[in-house]
């Protein structure tokens, strides 16, 4: 099946340092989406994307779909102890007739204060 | 967005036993998924659960030993069966909400924390 490969696996920054994120394949998708998953709880949506070239805010994050429809990346700007934790991208191929996501392989946040 | 009420949150179980979870949406949904997260590993879905019918389940997932109930649009249940330590995992329920390719979101409910001794 298709796959995402997502960048970095992890990262230790300094809190108020932006960050960077990303997820490429060599599949096309329909959308993208990106979640934080906290320990010991399911991941929450942050972002959803649906159109090639799509930029799209919540907060401090900032997601786009890229233009060749084969990549996406999350920034997040002036990071805080809070943003710790996993943070995956899914994206729905667009050969998949059903609702069915891929997801990435997941990227570990880690921020010190 | 809805609200998915999984549980129970974690249990820790005796191998070749079996655990059922639930998961209660609610509001009516389309689409219902189970997926797994294995330790310090992404997600995999295991299947659709399909209401009124089998579920529909991926490469790998059987349904002697992940069987599926979808009796309604709100409620969905997934059995481990005669479990053992590999089957150590989260266990996630999922809906999705919206139109497919324009605004569809998938959501998660909180997760079941499954050990297996």
């Known amino acids: 099946g298709q796959q995402l490969n997502q960048s970095p696996q992890s990262m230790f920054i300094q809190e108020g340092e932006d960050v960077s994120m990303n997820c490429t394949s060599s599949s096309i998708f329909n959308t993208w989406l990106w979640y934080k998953q906290d320990p010991g709880e399911g991941p929450v949506l942050l972002i959803a994307l649906y159109k090639a070239g799509e930029l799209t805010s919540n907060g401090r994050l900032t997601a786009q779909f890229g233009i060749t429809r084969k990549d996406s990346f999350l920034n997040i700007s002036a990071s805080i102890p809070s943003d710790v934790g996993i943070y995956f991208c899914?994206?729905?191929?667009?050969?998949?007739?059903?609702?069915?996501?891929?997801f990435g392989g997941g990227t570990r946040l880690m921020v010190k204060p | 967005s809805a609200v998915i009420s999984q549980k129970p949150s974690r249990d820790i179980c005796q191998r070749g036993t079996s655990l059922t979870i639930q998961c209660q949406v609610d509001s009516q949904v389309t689409m219902m998924f189970w997926y797994r997260q294995q330790p310090g590993q992404s997600l995999t879905l295991i299947a659709t659960?399909?209401?009124?019918?089998?579920?529909?389940?991926e490469s790998g997932f059987v349904i002697d030993k992940f069987p599926i109930s979808r009796p309604n649009l709100t409620f969905s249940t997934l059995t481990v069966s005669n479990m053992s330590p590999e089957d150590s995992s989260i266990y996630l329920c999922?809906?999705?909400?919206?139109?497919?390719?324009?605004?569809?979101?998938?959501?998660f409910g909180s997760g079941t924390q499954l050990s297996v001794l």
């Open positions: 999922s809906v999705v909400q919206g139109l497919l390719a324009t605004n569809e979101k998938l959501f």
């Open positions: 659960a399909n209401q009124g019918s089998e579920a529909t389940y």
């Open positions: 899914a994206g729905q191929p667009s050969n998949n007739a059903g609702n069915m996501l891929t």
